[in-house]
């Protein structure tokens, strides 16, 4: 008996210890199940149970739930049309919001440096910085106030600056808009369908919008184009209906209403917008008088005096001169009187259409100069001429000279044979002792020259006390001076080379 309770005892107890190990086994069988239940909280999750295969292939239906940002990433939800079944799916951060348009200008660029322009996201604050190229700089035109243009590229997008003497940007246009000319601290520049006359500081004084008219022309002074807006006038037009004219004003008031009575167009000159922005059509001379051209075959040249509103028409048939060439291509009114020399001939013009050709017999005529006394006075190679009588005889050799003023700017050869140049009073003085040189072209610092300035040869920029301010440092250079700037231009078969100095005139 007590053998069978200790064999009956042992396997109770070998149960028992089966039973426990049983249970321990089943529990971490279920630990295990829920640990393989658990999923990383990036991946996508699923609510069909792991245990049950679906009897169908989910077909997921997505929607936006959070939009990306630079800060975090966003989240499409996607659920299965058939079961219901959800799951996550993460979208990457976005980039910065960046707006290249909203840009702060830190250092504006200048022909000398390139500027620096500031982004900022607009999420996150995040900043970055970028170049702006350097700008291309041009002088053939400095205003008054020392303003000149230029241009350069920002965000890929190329624009218009106006730059002060010192070449730092006062206006860098918008993008798309056209600075069509500039002058005494205004612009007049296009933007789409509109054109605005502005100040440099960008104050809009007006536009073709706020007038109610279709455009501003463009004139042609010689080979000056700002001539006509520097003297304060705006040609404007409206073909809204039937062609208007009219003269505004720099200060954007009518000098001349527009009106489809304007003497221009009852003068029968053709009158469209394809010849309104053309420079070549309308020759602006200076003093308010326009050159149009003549429609009538009687006349060979009709002006139009802007601030007496009318046409005048001049006719010199038979004089075997090519008035309408002279006075396009050749004269300046100034104080109401204009003259130009042509093929011996010098033409006399003032503002009320008066008209006047004398003949200058003498051969080598370098320049003219009139006098308010309207006595005229003109250089050959050996004498100074008056009224077309020899005046003074001179002991140098004129190889070259422009009047500035009442005295001429003359290249020379001194009784030796040696080149020089000097300033000459109309009646034969010189202002100082003439300087020996080798140029071919001396130019005035106000940007009037005599010689060849096409021609291979050393080009100097010099004053009327004789102090050269400049030398060309290529022979095959041009020069210009506007505002005490000296552009020196070498051009060549791909591309033109500039230098620009500027120049301290005592």
Known sequence: MKTSAKI????????????????????????TKKKKKKKDPTEATDTVPETEEPDHEHEWDSILTR????????????????????????IPKSTHGFNYADGIIVEAATPEKDGLKLYRCSECGEEIEKTIERVDKWVHHVDSLGYCSGGGTIDGVYRDYILDASGSSVYVSESGEDIKMYANGLFISSLGEVQYLKKVDGTVICSTESLGISGFGLTNNNEDYCQFFEDGYIFAYDDSDDMKIGILGTDGEWIVPISEDNPIIKSGVSCTVKQFVNTHYYYYIGDGVLVLPSSKADYDVVLYNIEDNKIYDISVKGSGVDVDYIIKEKCILKDSVAFAFSKSSLCLLSSNGDFEIKRLDEKGVSDVYVDRSSDYYFLTESAVYKNGEVYIELEYKITSGTWIGENCLVLMEDPSGDGCFGYMTKDGEFLFDPVKTDAV??????????????????????????????????????????????????????????????????
């Open 8 to 31: 009956l005892s042992l396997v109770l107890a070998l149960i028992m210890a089966l039973a426990v190990l049983s249970a321990c086994g089943g529990e971490e069988e279920e630990e």
């Open 67 to 90: 939009e990306p940002t630079c800060r975090e990433v966003g989240i499409n939800t996607l659920t299965c049309i058939t079961c219901g079944a959800t799951k996550e799916e993460e």
């Open 441 to 506: 072209y001396a130019c005035d610092v106000s940007g009037i020259g005599a010689g060849s300035n096409i021609s291979d040869g050393e080009k100097i920029v010099v004053d009327e006390n004789g102090t050269v301010y400049y030398t060309s440092e290529n022979a095959g250079a041009y020069i210009y001076v506007n505002n005490n700037v000296v552009e020196e231009e070498l051009r060549g078969a791909i591309s033109n080379d500039y230098k620009y100095t500027p120049i301290d005139v005592k």
